[in-house]
């Protein structure tokens, strides 16, 4: 009795048609996700050449002249470039010291709580001011800060002082930015830890408990350890977004007298590519951004991965 033997198919594209064809299901549900990546992120990216053109509406994307990196060099010598550089640095810098850990800190507290009415609640206020657009957030803070109806400055002259000028002191105006983000943000953040802890095995908990630990050594010992993969993925992906800054946040709070530290790189693709109508310059922005969060990526999921940690990829 003669047996036959199986031929083996080999080369990438023939086995992967095989195993799509044996997970037929599992490819038609990530189908849509795979439409949208092409869609709206691969194929726009033809218009990064913009960056190396001259571009004019009128002669089309293909009729505009080719100028290489001269927009790249007026970027860079320009005379607000470093101080761009400083203050988007500086508000992401600041954001990331204040701003990430809370989301962590708040999600812990809220799994602390046992009540399950009470708890889901509190979720509930925290995660409203996401829902928020910025314009409401700005005129709550002007409506708050504000010398002349800010009820801050209300209470203040009230007590016999002077009034401050938070809006308009440059010295205010990161702290003011982060305290904002702070607010909106950080409840929508809870989100992942929360799922996370959620996939916490209860016989840690349980395994503690019999060893004495207190709910301060179970968060310490159990709880930290187990969304640590999580903490670091978001983490990594946090530094790809140090040179982007909440464009229309910092539009609205932005006047002439902090211009000194409010000019960052999303204003000034605006001014330049929206206003000024240099559309190539825009662009130009929007490349070195995306090139220096891929840096950025890169050199920390490096640094995670020899700290023997699990990167992103």
């Known amino acids: 009795m003669k047996l036959t033997k199986r031929r083996q198919v080999t080369g990438f594209w023939p086995r992967l048609g095989i195993r799509m064809l044996q997970y037929k299901y599992m490819y038609l549900l990530a189908l849509p996700g795979v439409l949208y990546f092409i869609l709206f992120k691969f194929v726009p990216m033809w218009g990064l050449l913009i960056a190396f053109k001259d571009y004019n509406p009128f002669s089309g994307f293909w009729g505009s002249p080719w100028v290489g990196g001269k927009h790249f060099e ?22 990331l010291v204040f701003m990430f850990p809370l989301p962590i800190l ?10 399950e009415a009470f ?18 957030v ?5 409506f708050t800060l504000s010398t002349d109806v800010g009820i801050v ?16 002191n440059p010295n205010y105006f990161w702290g003011m930015i982060t305290a904002q983000n702070m607010w909106k943000e950080a409840g929508w953040g809870t989100i992942i830890f929360l799922a996370a802890m959620a996939g916490v095995d209860p016989q840690r908990y349980e395994a503690a408990v019999v060893d004495g630990a207190s709910r301060w050594r179970q968060i ?23 040179v982007d800054i909440g464009f ?36 130009t922005v929007g490349m070195f951004k ?24």
């Open 74 to 95: 007026s970027l860079f010598s320009d005379n607000n470039f470093y101080i761009m550089l400083r203050n988007t640095f500086s508000i992401n810098l600041i954001g």
């Open 106 to 115: 708040l999600a812990l507290m809220l799994n602390e709580v046992r009540h």
């Open 119 to 136: 708890k889901r609640f509190n979720q509930s206020i925290v995660y409203l001011p996401h829902f928020l657009s910025w314009v409401v």
């Open 138 to 142: 700005a005129s709550m803070t002007f």
């Open 153 to 168: 400055n209300k209470l203040i002259t009230g007590s016999g002082r002077e009034s401050v000028a938070f809006l308009t």
């Open 220 to 242: 310490w010992h159990v709880t930290l350890p187990a969304i640590r993969p999580t903490i670091i993925i978001l983490l990594i992906l946090r530094l790809g977004h140090m």
């Open 248 to 283: 229309e946040q910092v539009l609205l709070m932005q006047n002439p007298l902090v211009l000194s530290v409010s000019e960052v790189f999303d204003t000034y693709a605006y001014t330049h590519g929206i206003l000024k109508g240099q559309i190539s310059a825009g662009v």
């Open 290 to 313: 995306g090139f220096v969060g891929l840096v950025l990526v890169m050199v920390s999921n490096y640094v995670v991965k020899k700290l023997g940690h699990e990167g992103i990829y």
